[in-house]
């Protein structure tokens, strides 16, 4: 709570955690497009653009997927369980 408390008082170190986050992101992606020349330029523009959203968009759903998967681990539930493909109607 106190930790909570710091940062609606003092958002620096957040915003300052946020930017490096996202610097390192970039980076990652351009080292990435530097070795491989995977990417179009488009694409590569939107990555670097998504980059700023890694920690609040991407990192809760990872941590969400562990978290489920280690309490299911801990249940002692070890089958796959495979997502349903999305049947369409016939037109």
């Known amino acids: 709570m106190a ?41 590569l523009a939107r990555l670097l653009l998504l980059a700023a959203f890694d920690l609040f968009l991407y990192r809760p759903i990872i941590f969400w997927a562990r978290l489920k998967g280690s309490w299911r681990l801990l249940r002692g539930d070890k089958a796959w369980h495979k997502f349903e493909q999305n049947v369409r109607a016939e037109a």
């Not at 490096?20 to 491989?36: E, F, M, P, R, V």
């Open 3 to 43: 930790l909570l408390l710091q940062l609606v008082h003092d958002p620096e170190p957040a915003v300052r955690f946020s930017f490096t986050n996202a610097a390192l992101t970039a980076c990652a992606i351009l080292s990435d497009d530097l070795q491989s020349r995977m990417y179009r330029k488009r694409d």
